[in-house]
């Protein structure tokens, strides 16, 4: 099985094409959906923030007080890095079980959706391909006021908060051009769903697997013989 991360700015349209995958019958793993997971009331990021912010993060239900701790982590950057530390080890703990349980199952590939995997940095080592969905900077602004609706400042906010799109595409192995219709950005997964698809890299994984197993094997029977 190989790896493929899925990226691109905010808003460039990295949900519209992992849908697109996902409808192709590509295995998908959403890292924001897994960053919510580990922080739901009983999960293990949510009861390290507990133990290091305390109960004024968290709401009557218990549930994260988003708006609470992204006043914290705004005011204060050792903050965010005390956060991110006790989030992140879980979000990637998480990742590995769901890429190992798919691996089980015989999958050839799996699709990592990961907004900052360039950012980041720590799982980028692991993608056999990057994929990087792009539109410009116009369209990646207008489409982010409008689905979040937000001002043109705070869009722009959030758009700066990030490593530029442009810088994104030039370390990509692919590069979805969603700048256009739909209709032109489905044509193009489809595309890359058929490279992605007559790739030999997951055979380079079964032989260290297979190779690994082969020679554990033959060291347990040389012990015992
Ligand atoms: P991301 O996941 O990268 O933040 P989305 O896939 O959610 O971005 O797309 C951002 C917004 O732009 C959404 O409201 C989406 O419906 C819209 N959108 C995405 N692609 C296109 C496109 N090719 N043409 C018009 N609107 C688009």
Redesign the pocket.
């Known amino acids: 099985m190989f790896l493929v991360g899925l990226t ?12 697109i995958l996902s409808d192709l019958g590509c295995q998908i793993i959403d890292a924001d959906k897994l960053a919510r997971q580990v922080v739901s009331p009983g999960a293990p990021a949510w009861k390290k923030i507990r133990q290091h912010f305390g109960d004024k993060v968290l709401l009557e239900n218990g549930e994260l007080n988003r708006e609470k701790l992204g006043e914290i982590i705004f005011a204060d950057p050792e903050k965010r890095r005390l956060l991110n530390s006790l989030t992140h080890p879980e979000i990637h703990k998480a990742m590995l079980w769901k890429v190992f349980s798919l691996f089980t199952t015989g999958h050839p590939f799996v699709v990592l ?1 990961i ?1 900052l995997l360039f950012e980041t940095g720590k799982v980028l080592p692991y993608m056999t391909y990057t994929v990087v ?1 792009n ?1 410009s900077e116009d ?1 990646q602004l207008e ?2 006021m ?2 979040n609706k937000l001002t043109e400042e705070e869009a722009r906010g959030r758009m700066e908060a990030q490593m530029p799109l442009a810088q994104k595409v030039k370390a990509a192995t692919f590069v979805i051009d ?5 209709i ?2 489905e044509k193009q997964v489809r595309d890359l769903h058929k490279k992605l698809q007559s790739s030999k890299a997951h055979w380079r994984l079964r032989l260290i697997v297979t190779s690994v197993f082969a020679l554990t094997a033959g060291f347990i029977f040389y012990l015992l013989y």
């Open positions: 691109g700015g905010i808003a460039s349209g990295k949900s519209t094409v992992s849908k959706d907004p969905v539109c369209q489409r982010l409008s689905r969603n700048s256009g219709s739909l032109s950005t």
